[in-house]
């Protein structure tokens, strides 16, 4: 797949020798600032991941992927299990209900590899914690597989929020009209007893905390009807994230500024299952309508390693039940993230 859009890639720019510019044509360069070229073709595509996650599943015995649903198109959705023992707590961390948000799926199949290795460090976390994957709960989206138009996109639509049916899966919590959400209730919340979700997502390139542009933000559920012990694991799964983060150079978080409905998961799942949640969003998206969401790929680096970094936090401090120790009072300091004044 990859070798033919690079073969395309030559061909485009073959032809645009002889060709003379499209002057002022959306295809003409999906650009961040005016400098930058969006190359999501460096991103996995979902027939890569799926050939991936088999790959990984045949190469470990602590680790099975399984198919728990379809999504409107007709893509299988994955769910990779590690450690299996039911006497241990079980962290899930979930991708890319928005399909333009992309870097932390990458992120989370960088940690489905190292979880595929057979070193002291994977056997340690195999016995003393569950971990889940799900990587892309929207592949339709990814792949700008939709049923409207997304072409207007400043990328020209190589990926969009929405399902094919144009709806935002992160907004069908409660009702699960959609077979993405249906299948993750159904098939995955209903079905295993879980005790930590992180809700990975990217948000525009605008946000700052003391006038610098944040690298990611992060909420836990501030519904009130969530059950305050639920809350207070939220905060320490946030806790141990932060601290993961805050000690690398480009790690810059702030607090989202989020509400109380329940048909985001962030409510949602720790409302309805007990589950405590962090949503954890990271900077920029691969595509949008609006050019101040869109980051280019030179940040790719960094915001995976992002994802990597506080997944890898989370399955450590589960595993040796440190997150039960951990602060959660720099909640109480931890600014919102606003806009960066210009
Ligand atoms: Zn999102």
């Given at each position: 797949m990859r070798k033919l859009m690079m073969?395309?890639?030559?061909?485009?720019?073959?032809?645009?020798?002889?060709l003379p510019a499209q002057t002022g044509a959306v295809g003409e360069g999906p650009n961040y600032n005016g400098n930058e070229t969006i190359k999501n073709e460096r991103l996995t595509s979902y027939e890569d991941m799926a050939d991936f996650l088999h790959k990984m599943d045949d190469r470990s015995d602590l680790l099975e992927v399984e198919v728990f649903g379809q999504s409107v198109?007709?893509?299988d959705l994955f769910l990779t299990k590690f450690g299996n023992n039911p006497d241990n707590p079980t962290v899930l961390f979930l991708t890319q209900q928005h399909g333009n948000e992309a870097l932390v799926t990458e992120a989370a199949l960088d940690?489905?590899?190292?979880?595929?290795?057979?070193?002291?460090?994977?056997?340690?976390?195999?016995?003393?914690?569950?971990v889940m994957i799900i990587p892309r709960l929207n592949p339709d989206g990814a792949m700008g597989d939709v049923n409207f138009d997304i072409s207007d996109y400043v990328a020209g639509g190589q990926s969009t929020r929405f399902n094919a049916n144009g709806v935002d899966l992160n907004r069908d919590h409660v009702d699960r009209n959609e077979p993405e959400t249906y299948a993750l209730?159904?098939?995955?919340?209903?079905?295993?007893?879980?005790?930590?979700?992180?809700?990975?997502?990217?948000?525009?390139?605008?946000?700052a905390v003391d006038d610098r542009y944040v690298s990611g933000s992060i909420l836990y559920p501030t519904n009130p009807d969530v059950n305050e012990t639920v809350v207070e694991m939220?905060?320490?799964l946030g806790s141990v994230m932060y601290d993961a983060v805050e000690d690398r150079g480009f790690g810059h978080l702030g607090k989202y500024r989020g509400g109380e409905a329940t048909t985001i998961s962030r409510n949602g799942l720790a409302y309805e299952?007990?589950?405590?949640?962090?949503?954890?969003?990271?900077?920029?998206?691969?595509?949008?309508s609006n050019p101040d969401m869109v980051l280019g790929q030179k940040s790719n680096g960094y915001l995976i390693q992002q994802g990597v970094i506080s997944m890898e936090a989370a399955i450590s401090a589960i595993a040796d039940r440190s997150i039960e120790e951990a602060d959660?009072?720099?909640w109480d300091e931890l600014p919102f993230q606003g806009r960066k004044s210009e």
């Open positions: 073969l395309t890639l030559a061909m485009a720019m073959l032809l645009s020798v002889f198109q007709g893509r940690v489905i590899r190292k979880l595929s290795r057979n070193t002291p460090q994977v056997r340690e976390w195999a016995d003393h914690v569950n209730h159904t098939n995955v919340l209903q079905v295993y007893d879980i005790d930590y979700l992180v809700d990975f997502h990217h948000q525009g390139t605008q946000s939220s905060k320490q299952y007990d589950i405590a949640t962090l949503l954890f969003e990271m900077r920029g998206m691969t595509d949008h959660i009072t720099f």
